[in-house]
C-alpha cells in the first residue's frame, strides 16, 4: 500500500476494502480471536480494572472475547455513546452487560444512557494501569498513530487519557508510518494477531 501518496480520505477507502478482506469468514475470526487472546494474555489487561472496550462493527477486528472477559471477572466495563448534536463527543458509559445495550441511529450498539449511568472520569482517565483504553481504527503505525474514521472522538478521548491504551488492528494494517495531524493523539499499545507493540 503507497501510504505515503495518499492523502487520508484516499487511505481510509483503500483500508476499508483490505480490512473488509481480512476481517471475513473464518480466517477473519481466527484473526480477531488471536488479537484478543494476545491482549488478554499481557500485563495490560491483567493488571487493569476498568476497561474501555466497544462493540466491533463493520469489518473492526471482533472484541467479543474481550468483553466477556472483562464482565465475567468484574471489571468496569465503559462502552462508547455518541453525543447527539455535538459532533466528534462521545461519552464512554458503563455497562454491565449485552442487555443494557441499544442500537444507535447508525447500527451501533450503544450503552444506554439512564440518570445513574456512571461515566469514565477524569480520575479514571489519570489512573495509570488501572484504567485500560481499547481503541478502534482503520489501521496504526509503529508509533502509535492510528488513523480512525474522521470523527475525531478518540484523538478527544487520548488527549485526556494518562492511562493505558492499546490499538487493536489486524496484522497487515499495522503500518510503518501514517500520516497525522497536531491534533492526532497516539496509543501506547498496538495490539495484533501477531505481536503487541509497546511503544
Not at 492523502?7 to 475470526?29: P, Y
Not at 466495563?77 to 448534536?85: A, E, I, T, Y
Amino acid at each position: 500500500m503507497d501510504v505515503e501518496h495518499m492523502n487520508k480520505d484516499e487511505l481510509r477507502r483503500a483500508i476499508r476494502r483490505r480490512r473488509a478482506e481480512l476481517s471475513c469468514g473464518e480466517e477473519g475470526a481466527a484473526r480477531s480471536r488471536r488479537m484478543q487472546e494476545r491482549l488478554l494474555a499481557d500485563e495490560l489487561w491483567r493488571r487493569c480494572r476498568r476497561v474501555a472496550l466497544f462493540v466491533s462493527v463493520k469489518g473492526e477486528p471482533d472484541t467479543s472475547l474481550l468483553l466477556d472477559e472483562a464482565w465475567r471477572s468484574g471489571r468496569t466495563v465503559f462502552l462508547p455513546r455518541c453525543r447527539k448534536g455535538e459532533k466528534g463527543v462521545m461519552d464512554m458509559i458503563a455497562c454491565a452487560g449485552e442487555e443494557e445495550l441499544e442500537t444507535s441511529g447508525f447500527g451501533i450498539p450503544e450503552p444506554k444512557m439512564t440518570e445513574r449511568s456512571r461515566l469514565l472520569s477524569a480520575a479514571d482517565l489519570a489512573d495509570g494501569p488501572q484504567t485500560l483504553i481499547v481503541v478502534p481504527g482503520l489501521a496504526f503505525d509503529r508509533q502509535g498513530f492510528r488513523l480512525g474514521y474522521g470523527g475525531g472522538y478518540y484523538d478527544r478521548l487520548l488527549a485526556e487519557a494518562r492511562c493505558a491504551s492499546v490499538g487493536l488492528a489486524f496484522h497487515e494494517l499495522l503500518l510503518n508510518r501514517l500520516p497525522h495531524d497536531e491534533w492526532d493523539r497516539p496509543a501506547r499499545a498496538v495490539c495484533t494477531e501477531e505481536e503487541l507493540l509497546c511503544l
